[in-house]
């Protein structure tokens, strides 16, 4: 590599003490100087503002400053700066106090050949170049640190929200096995009351009944899938059956009025494919009920579309409700969150931990006012 001359900036007053130090720089070659003067700070600083040296001589009483702040003046400019700190014949505790101020040597005046001058040289740069490196490894480590401690922060709330999760699960499987009696009873006493008293003044009253205890039935369950991750069971299924029979069920109760469903899943029809048969009625059950009461009771549609991409069934469930706030849209899938009046917030988590399982994915599309559109992808195989 081809050497470079080293640029010298001395700050000096006194011009027999520069020309000194000046004379004995250019008599060097190895290295070889370019030297340059300055009389006050101010000029200084200009010069270093323009071609930054490689290395200044100082002397700190100059005429438009004195002492030890000269030296802060100058480093203040740039603290890599390598600084050799001139000092008189009686004042090597200036110089001491200088380094400590972050000179990068000093060296007494009346006692300079060019030997000195070049290792003093030599030593201040590399000083510098030695303390930028521990600067950048402190910066780096400071950064290091604190990634870790975010890190180790962000496991302990994870840590801590996974027990809460925990303990809300156990609480809810045992609240809901405490339901599923009752609710067993009410819907019994519902069905003896209609074969008995066929009474048609009761009958819209029984069937509300009914219809409360199936919306009831579908929280336990979500509560109850949610609070234990199940393994799939896998077996040829017919996708097409299950979403009939679940659009059936959905709609129980609605029996005489025009089906708001529209079907597009000809395509699957004749089709089966692997996947647990009651975990995928779990997911139509509560994307479908999400669907009712998001759309209109006179002009509501739901749309059910399927389709074969590559090695994907793709299931389309779109509603013309009323929508999802943007705000809302990023947080559909966390347990527990609903915008509902009832409900857990626990239908969507459900959907996508099941989706999860058969290894597809889940996604939403939604714009207020213009509806909703779920999207779900599961493996052919």
Request: negative net charge; proline residues 4%.
């Amino acid at each position: 590599m081809e050497k470079r001359d080293i640029d010298i900036l001395i700050v000096e007053d006194n011009s027999t003490d520069a020309r000194f130090v000046t004379e004995l720089l250019k008599g060097s070659t190895d290295p070889a100087f370019r030297v340059t003067h300055a009389e006050n700070l101010g000029e200084a600083l200009r010069k270093i503002s323009g071609a930054k040296p490689d290395a200044v001589f100082l002397d700190l009483n100059l005429p438009d400053s004195q002492g030890l702040d000269t030296l802060s003046s100058l480093l203040e400019s740039d603290q890599n700066l390598p600084v050799i700190v001139l000092t008189g014949n009686d004042s090597e505790a200036v110089g001491l106090a200088a380094v400590r101020r972050n000179a990068a040597d000093y060296l007494v005046k009346g006692k300079i050949d060019v030997s000195i001058l070049i290792r003093s040289i030599r030593y201040s740069i590399e000083r510098k170049k030695a303390e930028e490196v521990l600067r950048r490894d402190r910066r780096m480590l400071e950064r290091l640190v604190e990634q870790k401690t975010q890190e180790a922060l962000a496991l302990q709330e994870e840590a801590e929200k996974a027990k809460r999760l925990a303990d809300i699960g156990m609480l809810a499987a045992t609240v809901a096995h405490e339901l599923r009696n009752p609710l067993a009873g009410i819907r019994l006493a519902v069905y003896n009351i209609k074969r008995k008293v066929p009474d048609p003044i009761i009958e819209n009253n029984l069937q509300n009944i009914d219809n409360k205890v199936t919306e009831s039935d579908q929280i336990i369950n979500n509560l109850l899938f949610y609070s234990k991750i199940k393994v799939s069971h896998l077996k040829n299924v017919n996708i097409y059956n299950i979403l009939k029979a679940s659009v059936e069920e959905a709609l129980r109760g609605e029996e005489g009025k025009p089906s708001p469903v529209k079907f597009s899943i000809d395509p699957i029809k004749e089709m089966t494919f692997e996947a647990d048969p009651l975990q995928l009625k779990e997911i139509f059950a509560n994307i479908l009920n999400n669907a009712i009461d998001a759309i209109d009771e006179k002009k509501g549609r739901i749309e059910i579309g399927a389709k074969i991409d590559g090695d994907f069934l793709v299931i389309s469930i779109k509603d013309n409700g009323s929508g999802i706030n943007k705000e809302d849209m990023e947080r559909v899938f966390d347990p527990f969150f609903t915008t509902k009046a009832k409900g857990t917030g626990l239908g969507l988590a459900v959907c996508r931990q099941i989706v999860t399982l058969h290894g597809g994915t889940i996604q939403i599309e939604s714009e207020p006012g213009k509806g909703t559109n779920v999207s779900i992808s599961l493996p052919k195989k």
